[in-house]
């Protein structure tokens, strides 16, 4: 199956910083989502992205497909976006999500 | 609230019981997905249905059954149940296999 890797693990920035989440998988894809898991275990949607580049609000994602690899950046970070970042793919042979580990985000006040 | 709904949000059972988990999809959408979220193994997922019919399994055990019913709504079933069953147990849906999906709240089963 589908293998996916993110990085970095573990990130913690301070209130206002920006940073860039990545995500690698190794096969073509026709889905790829990007999560966030809120302290309480909610997992909530933030993009729909198997190619091109999209924003919302701070958050913006671009997905690379014939290089196999998804960026998520999040811009003047706060407190609630702290939690874990999931990114999940399907591919072409099923339609199941396969999820990567998560990258760990602690933003401090 | 994302439109997929799961029901209960806590379970508290003891090793052995069978229990049951609730999922119904948002209005329209005819695929329904289980996944365990587990500390030492990550989102996994277990069973897909498509309009009341098995469409894919993954990592589930045969302890484990699940259904869709007609009005859409799904169930899965745990039964013989060990402490290492302890997890979060998430449906989500989507209007057709590999579409977006929309993950519900979660059921978080704690067995002691």
């Known amino acids: 199956g589908i293998q996916v890797e993110q990085s970095p693990p573990d990130l913690i920035l301070q209130e206002g910083a920006n940073s860039t989440l990545r995500c690698n998988f190794s096969?073509?894809?026709?889905?790829l989502q990007w999560f966030h898991q809120n302290p309480w275990g909610q997992l909530i949607n933030l993009f729909y992205?198997?190619?091109g580049t999209k924003q919302n609000g701070r958050l913006s994602a671009t997905t690379v497909a014939t290089e196999r690899y998804s960026l998520l950046y999040i811009s003047s970070s706060q407190t609630t976006d702290s939690g874990v970042y999931f990114c999940?793919?399907?591919?072409?042979?099923?339609?199941?999500?396969?999820f990567g580990g998560g990258t760990r985000l602690m933003v401090k006040p | 609230d994302s439109g997929v709904t799961q029901t209960p949000k806590h379970l508290i059972t003891a090793t052995g019981q069978r229990v049951t988990l609730r999922c119904s999809p948002r209005?329209?959408?005819?695929?329904v997905y289980w996944y365990q979220q587990s500390l030492d193994q990550g989102l996994q997922f277990l069973i897909q249905?498509?309009?009341?019919?098995?469409?894919a399994k993954g990592n589930i055990l045969e302890r484990f059954s699940a259904q869709q019913f007609p009005d859409l709504h799904s169930e899965l079933n745990l039964s013989s149940l060990e402490l290492g069953d302890s997890a979060l147990y998430f449906c989500?849906?989507?209007?057709?296999?590999?579409?977006?999906?929309?993950f519900g709240s979660g059921t978080r089963l704690t067995v002691v």
């Open positions: 989500a849906s989507s209007v057709v296999p590999g579409g977006g999906y929309t």
């Open positions: 096969d073509s894809v026709n889905n």
């Open positions: 992205i198997p190619s």
């Open positions: 999940a793919v399907a591919g072409n042979a099923g339609n199941m999500l396969t």
């Open positions: 209005s329209g959408d005819l695929s």
């Open positions: 249905y498509y309009n009341g019919e098995e469409r």
